[in-house]
């Protein structure tokens, strides 16, 4: 079973950047499929960006294509999610998700984080 902590998130002005890391803990991290999903206050938990076990593949929801990048790095046992020109809309608590089966998944994931806060600033 793989344990999940995320890190890196924080408070920023609009237009500006952070990059978050989860790190995961456990055998075989090479086997997950990873995602990043947030969840505002008053709203449900929604799909950001997802990775293939390799990362060969890569998935993003519309809202934060073009600004924001997953990666990963199995040596490291790490997913990344780099954020470029935040908006104020983009404030929630991000959680990463891991699952066990091929390919992309935005729902169905076996294991999550805890989450990191954040706020973006207008």
């Known amino acids: 079973q793989v344990q999940l902590v995320e890190s890196g998130g924080g408070l920023v002005q609009a237009g500006g950047s952070l990059r978050l890391s989860c790190a995961a803990s456990g055998p075989s991290f090479s086997s997950y499929g990873m995602g990043w999903f947030r969840q505002a206050p008053g709203k449900e938990r929604e799909f950001v960006a997802a990775?293939?076990?390799?990362?060969?593949?890569?998935y993003y929801a519309d809202s934060v294509k073009g600004r924001f990048t997953i990666s990963r790095d199995n040596a490291k046992n790490t997913v990344y999610l780099q954020m470029n020109s935040l908006k104020p809309e983009d404030t929630a608590t991000y959680y990463c998700?891991?699952?066990?089966?091929?390919?992309?998944?935005?729902?169905?994931?076996?294991?999550w984080g805890q989450g990191t806060q954040v706020t973006v600033s207008s």
């Open positions: 990775i293939d076990r390799r990362g060969d593949r890569i």
């Open positions: 998700a891991a699952h066990l089966t091929y390919g992309l998944r935005t729902t169905g994931y076996d294991y």
